[in-house]
């Protein structure tokens, strides 16, 4: 039996979310913990792998099972009850033997968050940056997400993927109430890296480093040397994983 489990968690403390030797990740805590309840070894597989210090309002995630789990709510609140504080299930459900997490997903939602200012109750959860943004440029160079498809300007070096086309449903910035600047973004696909590539790229529009007409030529040139530098792992939140 294949099930999904929905999680969310504060990155912070792991070094992303994909299992590795060594090093304490997300997949990680939730397969031990998971293994102890159901007292076999058990492997998850997830819609999407975020990096070093991302976080996750929604992250979904499969396993697969020889046989039913008696009672998923109560493994929900076993689970809650000894993973680490920042991490928490949402839910466990069956799904079609052939469902995959991460192939069936039509599209995932991404934040980044911006404080304009200190702020010590984001520390870990935002990037800061007081320096002066004209958000209306960088709302401006978003509408070119919708013109293109192919986004290897701001694909991680040597990638091995078959291809950088992407279909961007959502791109924008929301100014909200105490200097917090939030982008939001939606795409069938994401290529590594991609999101920080975008954000820090628009945060030099803002700055005036680049125009808007700049923004499009780095598009068009499908050279991620052209583009900004990665903005900081902090601000960025998987916000939704659809299926």
Same mark, same amino acid.
Request: proline share 3%; charged share 25%.
């Given at each position: 039996?294949?099930?999904?489990?929905?999680?969310?968690?504060?990155?912070? /403390?792991?070094?992303?979310? =994909?299992? =590795?030797?060594?090093?304490?990740?997300?997949?990680?805590?939730?397969? *031990?913990?998971?293994?102890?309840?159901?007292?076999?070894? %058990?492997?998850?597989?997830?819609?999407?792998?975020?990096?070093?210090?991302?976080?996750? *309002?929604?992250?979904?995630?499969?396993?697969?099972?020889?046989?039913?789990?008696? $009672?998923?709510?109560?493994?929900?609140?076993?689970?809650?009850?000894?993973?680490?504080?920042?991490?928490?299930?949402?839910?466990?459900?069956? %799904?079609?033997?052939?469902?995959?997490?991460?192939?069936?997903?039509?599209?995932?939602?991404?934040?980044?968050?911006?404080?304009?200012? *200190? $702020?010590?109750?984001?520390?870990?959860?935002?990037?800061?940056?007081?320096?002066?943004?004209?958000?209306?440029?960088?709302? #401006?160079?978003?509408?070119?997400?919708?013109?293109?498809?192919?986004?290897?300007?701001?694909?991680?070096?040597?990638?091995?993927?078959?291809?950088?086309?992407?279909?961007?449903? #959502?791109?924008?910035?929301? #100014?909200?109430?105490?200097?917090?600047?939030?982008?939001?973004?939606?795409? $069938?696909?994401?290529?590594?890296?991609?999101?920080?590539?975008? %954000?820090?790229?628009?945060?030099?529009?803002?700055?005036?480093?680049?125009? %808007?007409?700049?923004?499009?030529?780095?598009?068009?040139?499908? /050279?991620?040397?052209?583009?900004?530098?990665?903005?900081?792992? =902090?601000?960025?939140?998987?916000?939704?994983? $659809?299926?």
């Amino acid at each position: 039996m294949r099930y999904f489990i929905d999680c969310s968690y504060k990155g912070t /403390n792991y070094c992303g979310w =994909q299992a =590795q030797e060594n090093a304490r990740t997300i997949q990680g805590e939730i397969e *031990k913990v998971l293994s102890i309840l159901l007292r076999k070894p %058990v492997e998850i597989v997830g819609s999407s792998r975020t990096d070093t210090g991302v976080h996750a *309002k929604h992250q979904t995630a499969h396993f697969d099972l020889e046989e039913a789990i008696p $009672n998923p709510e109560n493994t929900v609140y076993r689970m809650n009850k000894m993973l680490p504080f920042d991490i928490s299930i949402l839910n466990i459900f069956t %799904v079609a033997d052939d469902y995959h997490s991460r192939f069936e997903a039509t599209s995932r939602k991404y934040e980044y968050h911006i404080s304009r200012k *200190k $702020n010590p109750f984001l520390k870990d959860l935002c990037y800061e940056f007081t320096p002066v943004l004209n958000i209306t440029a960088m709302n #401006e160079a978003c509408q070119y997400f919708f013109k293109y498809i192919d986004f290897e300007s701001f694909s991680k070096l040597h990638s091995q993927v078959f291809t950088f086309n992407c279909t961007i449903m #959502e791109a924008r910035w929301e #100014e909200r109430e105490n200097g917090i600047l939030v982008f939001h973004i939606k795409s $069938n696909r994401f290529l590594r890296g991609m999101v920080r590539a975008i %954000v820090g790229t628009l945060i030099e529009v803002g700055m005036g480093k680049i125009s %808007v007409e700049d923004f499009e030529k780095i598009i068009q040139s499908k /050279n991620r040397q052209k583009a900004g530098g990665a903005a900081p792992p =902090q601000g960025l939140f998987l916000m939704e994983v $659809n299926y």
